[in-house]
């Protein structure tokens, strides 16, 4: 196990691939000593390898285990002097379908590793937080977060109750001194995105594909280039939905039902109702 000596540091969950992985190689790169924790272990011993076992520490974490997480804290401060520069919320699942017909089972899972994982993260690491100076709490939320997204919906509810909770906690924890800030990127190329949507995926608009160093550098710039931003769109342009769909909900709403990827599968069910 590496020891961050004088060096800053940052605690990732989701660590073994996507916009985890590529966090934790922009931050190591930039000086940063990484604790890397994921359910993944082949990925986590890749991550290692890469960084240098110097340079790290990787455990295998499932958010949800609020003893273990701790546990996981408990070892990345025995590395670290008790300190905590960055905390990176970032592990997610993603299963989608409509929501009368997800197995209940199903819902408990995304709710429990977006949203409790998120909690247990924050909950626990707080005292690290405000022992640092100048530490941020950043989490990634999702453009899901602008709009209810039907065909994901019970992810897309996590993500605003992730987006809502940043908003307060960057009121409650500035009396520490403590940063809070989120991203909500659009169509990211990471594992947890579907064959299809990748293979569907639009060449331009908001809704392009988009690769995951993108929200790494976003996770960077939060903490080195502009400390009072709250919401970090990966790409830009997912702002604007942002702001749309707060002023004009039916409109979203309705744009979302006549153009939405699901669009045609609502249309059909509907027609099909109305003919029994």
Same mark, same amino acid.
């Given at each position: ?50 960084l240098g076992a110097e340079n790290c520490i990787v455990r295998s974490l499932d958010v949800t285990d609020r003893a273990d997480y701790g546990t996981a804290l408990a070892e990345f401060a025995e590395a670290t ?49 405000? #022992? +640092? ?6 989490? @990634?939320?999702?453009? !899901? ?5 039907? *065909? =994901?919906? $019970?992810?897309? #509810? +996590? ?6 909770? @940043?908003?307060?906690? !960057? ?5 520490? *001194? =403590?940063? $809070? ?77 006549s153009t939405g990827p699901l669009a045609a599968v609502i249309a059909e069910a509907k027609a099909a109702t109305a003919a029994e």
């Amino acid at each position: 196990m590496g020891q961050a000596g004088d060096r800053k540091s940052i605690f990732i969950t989701g660590a073994a691939s996507g916009m985890g992985l590529e966090t934790a190689r922009l931050f190591s790169q930039g000086g940063w000593f990484v604790g890397g924790y994921d359910v993944n272990k082949d990925g986590l011993a890749a991550l290692e390898k890469e960084l240098g076992a110097e340079n790290c520490i990787v455990r295998s974490l499932d958010v949800t285990d609020r003893a273990d997480y701790g546990t996981a804290l408990a070892e990345f401060a025995e590395a670290t002097g008790g300190k905590l520069d960055l905390l990176f919320n970032n592990a997610g699942i993603g299963k989608g379908g409509f929501f009368d017909e997800m197995p209940f089972e199903d819902v408990l899972a995304v709710v429990n590793v977006n949203l409790i994982g998120v909690l247990n993260g924050i909950h626990l690491a707080v005292d690290l937080l405000k #022992a +640092t100076p100048n530490s941020l709490c950043f989490t @990634t939320s999702s453009s !899901s977060a602008t709009y209810g997204m039907p *065909g =994901i919906a $019970v992810y897309s #509810a +996590t993500k605003h109750a992730v987006k809502g909770l @940043t908003e307060a906690l !960057s009121v409650e924890l500035s009396r520490f *001194g =403590i940063r $809070v800030a989120d991203t909500l990127p659009g169509l990211i190329d990471t594992p947890i995105l579907p064959d299809e949507a990748r293979e569907n995926a639009a060449t331009e608009g908001m809704f392009r594909l988009v690769a995951p160093i993108e929200v790494a550098k976003a996770v960077w710039a939060s903490y080195h280039d502009d400390p009072e931003r709250l919401h970090w769109f990966v790409p830009k342009e997912i702002g604007d939905l942002d702001k749309a769909s707060a002023l004009d909900p039916e409109g979203t709403r309705d744009s979302v039902a006549s153009t939405g990827p699901l669009a045609a599968v609502i249309a059909e069910a509907k027609a099909a109702t109305a003919a029994e």
